[in-house]
């Protein structure tokens, strides 16, 4: 003791404490580590993606001369117009001029847009609102037009405020690029963000994060560099390390070996090794409430983590001036109102007005604002995009391949295919294919009669090379950092099928709009898709915040990844589906039922223009096409639900000779195959707040008049004196309008009125009874389907007969029911 005493005196003491300094020194240096390696990988994947666009650039130079004579049909370039794109922008911009003719003031229109918002109505149809914004007008004209889409436009959109002041900034910084070698212009991320956007009470990245993902991409070399002595500061440390805490989810994989080799050599752990073996890492990003990580991807992964890429290049410098320029709306003048109106059925949106945004345009950055440090795997699987298109607009086209070339990763982006399903438009050909032979990864394949839709995807798959298949619509705008986070929950789980958030573009001002957040996508019947928001109480119980992966009972359809093994696995599309519609109902029970995910993913956002009605022809009727559609899917998923389908509207859809869906027979069998789960299970599992009784009603049947009760006695029908009890008086009121009683329903037979029990038969119309209709005067009636007028079942006031009368709203011995009632 005295020793140590001594030792503690003089020099001893001064040891001491240079030992302990140096043991804490030593501790936040592992701490600095383990912080700058994220960003480290950030850097070196933003190097690649540097790398890889200037190759892409030079190719794309050297076509662009080999086809002077080409010019693009739709975009006008206006060489002065560049050069003012090169300018920061002015602090006097004149607001208006994002419009094409001036009129409203940006402000002003915000303002309009703010203050109004969708309210569902009808399930899909946002309501109409009289007030003179262009969201209104829209909003009136989809609500006149009945929007019957799959993708109909989510409940409650509302209108993005884009902050100009935050566009100017973040210009400014991209212009400065001008100057320099323009052949490695790159235009990182100018999407304005508004620190307060109205739409949801989530918080937008503020200036600094935009500036340092500009300096970022800008000066990769220097700020390696400078990281490093930031981060090693303690004060600097900690508040780095409070702010990469706050909100991130990061792996619970603590650093080891590799992440000090990476440290020490980071282009060498970064590269491809399956040498490289560590644990598998956790989710970077929560699971859906209630889930566990069902992590069976391969399980030799490479630990290696870097932020989501915030990239958003393009190939000229952005015109700040231009019309729809950063997702803003613009107006038309007056004069061209007709042009409007006449090319409008072209695409069933603002075709004139599309024709003149760039094909490259800016959007905001509309992803919640812990999105952006979000962490992802750096050896995510590579995509194929594929499109399909049938007649698309040429602008909507372009812009929708360009935002993929644009902001997704190239080392990810394995190709995008455009599957052209025969369309009819000469644009579509040959100058399609000159434009698109500038970009070494888009191939186009063209099908040599209309498949439709859905065999067009699956024609696009077979010829797909990359891991994951990512589909999506024609007319699109995939936002910042969009692809990353639907790759990584593939990453996480192969059977994950990870779906965008889709945002609005709008269709008559062509403005990027965000959407309310929790919005999934369900189904109502028969087989409707729609979107709902998750209950708040749901929302409350599983502590979820905005960003986290909504579980999505039914997908929209048109945008979503999937892994391309699992998809085959699942037998693709039932290929039996024609041109357009159900087949989203089908491929959203076949992954939940066979054992898959189907999530939204609120850090993954693409716009979408929501068309009033399908612009191209169906070769049949349409209204035969989707309903065909849907009964095949209920005839293979739905059990003895698909009674609740059928009985909501589409009894005519059962008679096989009116109809003939094709044949089910593979399609049954693969579920089978593939062991698939009830229906039953599914709507206790993914949908458990679907109301879906299986009758309509069932118990007594009680008579007013007579008040006696029917039943079956030898095999005839008679009454008695209700008894609860009795198994011979319960009957089923079914969504087949049948009155049923084990296999026998209550029937009209022949021409004399008189009353038989027959075996069930959906098709037969003598066997089904409207009860509880909307016309509240007979709601108490039985009326058969048999005769167009009103005729109902009436009890003979002696009790020993039925007879069909003409309906009398007062009369008692018309009046029937049933002990429970479990839907109108
Ligand atoms: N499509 C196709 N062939 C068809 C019907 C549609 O290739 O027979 C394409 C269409 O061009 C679009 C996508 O499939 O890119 C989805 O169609 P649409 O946008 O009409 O669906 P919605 O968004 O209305 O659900
Ligand atoms: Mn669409």
Known sequence: MMKVRRYLRGSGRVLAFVFIASVIWLLFDMAALRISINDVNSQLLKERVLREREADRQRSRVTQLMKRGFKNPVQKVDLALIHAGKEPFD??????????????????????????????????????????????????????????????????????????????????????????????????????RSPGAPTTSEKRPGKDAVKKDVDQLHSEKNKKVNDEPEIKTGSKLSQIAAKEGHGVKTTSRTPNKDVKEKKKNPEKANEKSDTNVAKPPGPTTKLPPGEKSKDNSAAVRKPGLHKVLALDVTLTPRDPNAVGQFGQAAVVASNENEE??????????????????????????????TCAQNLVHDDLPSTSVIFCFVDEVWSTLLRSVHSV??????????????????????????????YMSQFAKVRIIRLKERQGLIRARIAGAAVAKGEVLTFLDSHVECNVGWLEPLLERIYLDRKKVPCPVIEVINDKDMSYMLVDNFQRGIFKWPLVFGWNALPKEYIRKN?????????????????????????????????????????????????????????????????????????????????KTVERNLARVAEVWLDEYKDLFYGHGYHHLQNRNVIDIGNLTEQIELRKKLKCKSFKWYLENVYPDMVAPLVKAEGLVFNRGLRKCL???????????????????????????????????????????????????????????????ANSALAEHLITELVSHHMCLEAAPRGDSLHLNPCEPSKAFQKWQFTHYYAQ
């Open 91 to 192: 602090s006097d911009m004149q607001l208006s001029q994002v419009y094409r003719k001036g009129g409203k003031k940006w402000d002003q229109m915000m303002g309009d847009k703010k203050v109004n918002s969708f309210e569902q109505q009808g399930g899909n149809v946002p309501q109409a609102d009289r007030s003179k914004s262009a969201l209104s007008n829209y909003q009136e004209r989809a609500a006149l037009q009945n929007v019957t889409s799959k993708h109909a436009v989510p409940a409650r959109k509302k209108a993005v405020h884009l902050d100009l002041n935050g566009a100017k900034l973040e210009s400014s910084r991209v212009v400065d690029n001008s100057n320099k070698d323009t052949s490695s212009v790159v235009v990182p991320n100018i999407t304005p």
């Open 340 to 369: 409007v109106m006449k090319r409008w059925d072209e695409g069933h949106f603002n075709v004139f007005l599309s024709e003149q945004i760039p094909v490259d345009r800016a959007i905001p950055d509309t992803r919640p604002e």
């Open 405 to 434: 070339l644009n902001r997704s990763p190239p080392h990810l982006l394995k190709e995008i295919i455009l599957v052209d399903d025969f369309s009819t438009k000469d644009y579509l050909k040959k100058p399609l294919d000159e």
């Open 543 to 623: 502590n979820m915040t905005i960003s986290d992966p909504i579980r999505c009972p039914v997908m929209a359809g048109g945008l979503f990844s999937i892994d391309k093994k699992y998809f085959y696995e699942l037998g693709t599309y039932d290929p039996g589906l024609d041109v357009w519609g159900g087949e989203n109902m089908e491929i959203s029970f076949k992954i939940w039922m066979c054992g898959g995910e189907i999530e939204i993913i609120p850090c993954s956002r693409v716009g979408h223009i929501f068309r009033g009605q399908n612009p191209y022809k169906f070769p049949k009727d349409r209204q």
């Open 711 to 773: 039943a079956v006695q030898e095999g005839f029908l008679s009454f008695e004196i209700c008894d609860l009890s009795k198994q011979s008086q319960h009957f089923n009121y079914t969504w087949m309008r049948h009155i049923r009683q084990k296999n026998l329903c209550v029937a009209l037979q022949g021409t004399d009125n008189s009353f038989a029990l027959q075996l069930c038969d959906n098709i037969k119309p003598e066997q089904r009874w409207i009860h509880k209709s």
